[in-house]
């Protein structure tokens, strides 16, 4: 996807996130705050086309956490996400943080 789409994309995804207030992340459950991603459940290298709201710094860790074949086969759904004990310490850790909270996204190891 060039520039321009991603930006004409990432502002029709704000809007509708200002339109939904009950918009919710698919991996941390919190509501969307202003910035938004969409998440490929499975990763179009995979053939998946399906995209779910979620966080930047859940985007990150999710994409720093598995490789696009883990998310096509084991964890293409956020109850598969949330039950890795890696996402799971995340997500416990995330939970009380702003809706807007960023900060630098580390590989699990």
Known sequence: MG????????????ARAQ????????LCERPIGRRLEWHHAIPR???GDAV???HPICH???????????????YCTGEAL??????????TWVADKPVDFHAPT???R
């Not at 990150?60 to 084991?74: K, M, P």
């Not at 949330?82 to 997500?91: K, L, N, S, W």
């Open 106 to 108: 580390r590989a699990a």
């Open 3 to 14: 520039r321009v789409r991603r930006k004409l994309a990432a502002a029709a995804g704000a």
């Open 52 to 54: 779910v709201p979620v």
């Open 60 to 74: 990150r860790t999710i994409h720093a956490t598995f490789t696009n074949v883990e998310l096509a086969t084991a």
């Open 45 to 47: 290298s995979r053939g």
């Open 19 to 26: 339109d939904d207030p009950d918009l919710r992340c698919m």
């Open 82 to 91: 949330r039950g890795h004990p890696a996402i799971a310490r995340f997500v």
